[in-house]
């Protein structure tokens, strides 16, 4: 556990001690949610419906964290993470908990911070879809090197976990772990960082070859890319049944990346002009090489920047922001729009929920008749406390 300094909270009779807890439910951030006299405790490495024996390690004015000392009666679905090092290791925070729990709480998290923020908007929610891989998924990782150690920072620390495999990781980029180790300690004194650490990234390109290298702050690594690409296949399949079989005739694709969702896109509407606009220069140039003779477009430009000089016209709109989510002009101008359909695909449930009452609240100003069609999950990041959500909106 990372070592907080108490300072930080209140100084009170709860702190440091011991409390009898049961855990209601899992939070993003992974740690679970249970309540001791008015406070919400948020207990590290507790499962669902748990009742457990906890220490008080931090206090605040309205909520405290504890991490467990005994377990007096097991989660139905904690169970022995099958990677030995999952406990100390920044990578996994979900790995005890047995993957039909991981899907029902990132279900949970995910409706119930919708309707937070929305409780006036109603919608179909879909079942959670689940991954083809709950192991050997990831096609992109970023181990780090000290000098000596090759692995993942530990959770909450800059120390690193030494490791020789990583079960989430596909295979095809594990066994390369001795040569990249090797290579690192090649390169170790010019690459190390201020910590003296390495930053090294890997990752399996489309034509199946495996690369790897530094991560420097003038060279961010491959960029954003879709971690499992075994899930992002149904969820590309998804948008593009959500988008239906209507003669759209202008497409535009924010937070575009290389055109994960532009090409396909533009693959069922052969006949819309299709817009994708990204603020990686890599990413950008890359969608570029692969747009041949399509009716395709790609912008480098940061998305609220192009909305201000472009007000859309789209009549199908895609979205993909990060885990920031999109800005208040960006949500508020697309609810003002005359796009027909709008699919957005977001991998944080917070920002997802704050981001559609913003639109929601321009709609009523403007009297737009928009909804929320379907709502649903997708387990693109099995293990941890990751979800995918992809909406549909229509007006």
Avoid at 143 to 150: Q, R, S
Avoid at 183 to 192: E, I, V
Avoid at 200 to 218: H, K, Q, V, W
């Amino acid at each position: 556990m990372s070592k907080k300094n108490d300072k930080r909270g209140a100084t009170a009779p709860l702190l440091h001690s011991q409390v009898q807890l049961t855990v209601e439910k899992l939070s993003m951030g992974g740690n679970g949610v249970a309540r001791h006299e008015g406070f919400v405790v948020f207990v590290q490495q507790a499962a669902p419906q748990e009742e457990v024996i906890a220490k008080i390690t931090y206090v605040k004015k309205n909520f405290a964290e504890a991490e467990i000392v005994k377990i007096l009666k097991p989660s139905p679905y904690r169970r022995e993470p099958p990677c030995p090092v999952a406990n100390v290791c920044g990578g996994c925070n979900w790995q005890h908990v047995t993957e039909e729990g991981q899907q029902l709480q990132k279900s949970l998290i995910v409706s119930e911070t919708l309707k937070k923020f929305l409780p006036t908007v109603s919608f179909d929610f879909l079942p959670l879809q689940p991954s083809p891989r709950s192991f050997r998924y990831r096609n992109r990782i970023q181990p780090k090197f000290d000098g000596v150690n090759f692995g993942f920072f530990a959770r909450n620390s800059h120390k690193i976990v030494p490791i020789t495999d990583c079960p989430i990781t596909e295979e095809a980029l594990t066994a390369k772990f001795p040569e990249v180790k090797a290579w690192a300690q090649k390169n170790h004194r010019a690459n190390q960082g201020d910590r003296g650490i390495q930053r090294l990234e890997m990752y399996i390109a489309d034509n199946e070859e495996i690369r790897y290298g530094s991560i420097t702050d003038e060279d961010d690594g491959v960029g954003f890319s879709q971690v499992n690409r075994f899930q992002n296949q149904n969820l590309i399949d998804t948008a593009l049944e959500w988008a239906g079989d209507e003669n759209y005739k202008s497409v535009l694709d924010l937070y575009a990346g290389a055109g994960n969702f532009t090409f396909p896109f533009a693959a069922k509407y052969s006949s819309a002009k299709v817009v994708g606009v990204e603020l990686n220069e890599k990413l950008v140039k890359k969608a570029k090489t692969l747009v041949h003779g399509l009716s395709t477009s790609f912008f480098e430009s940061e998305v609220e920047a192009y909305l201000r000089k472009n007000p859309p016209q789209s009549e199908l709109i895609i979205l993909d922001p990060p885990r920031a989510g999109c800005s208040e002009y960006s949500m508020r101008t697309l609810a003002k729009s005359n796009a027909r359909k709008i699919i957005y695909i977001s991998c944080h449930p917070v920002s997802l929920a704050r981001d559609l009452k913003w639109f929601f609240d321009e709609a009523t100003v403007t009297q737009k008749n928009w909804q929320i069609k379907r709502v649903q999950c997708f387990e693109m990041f099995p293990q941890t406390d990751h979800v995918e959500t992809i909406v549909e909106l229509h007006c």
